[in-house]
């Protein structure tokens, strides 16, 4: 599934991704390759990211990498998935 990491200073990430686990306000839950389509907002807490993903050296600071999985810390934010694309918008 596509995978899109929107800050407002910059586009953080964009690629193709196997799995994402968010800290949603209810509680983490994933996502998954054909997922139903999903509005929520997150809190505070870390995102994970599984695959074999590539990020950009002006945002490798944000990122923190273990193996096949990608992690980064949010304080807020909102996640949209429709047709297998994943739209994180966060601060």
């Known amino acids: 599934m596509q ?11 964009s ?3 196997k799995s994402i686990t968010l800290p949603g306000a209810l509680g983490s839950f994933q996502i998954l390759n ?3 389509p999903i509005v929520s907002t997150l809190v505070a ?3 994970k990211i599984e695959g074999q993903i590539s990020i950009e050296e002006d945002n490798q600071s944000k990122f923190t990498q273990d193996g096949n999985y990608t ?21």
């Open 3 to 13: 995978l899109e990491i929107v800050s407002p200073e910059a586009l953080l990430f």
């Open 15 to 17: 690629g193709e991704v």
């Open 34 to 36: 054909n997922h139903a």
């Open 45 to 47: 807490g870390f995102v």
């Open 71 to 91: 992690f980064l810390e949010i304080q807020s934010g909102a996640v949209e998935l429709s047709n297998n694309k994943v739209i994180l918008l966060t601060d």
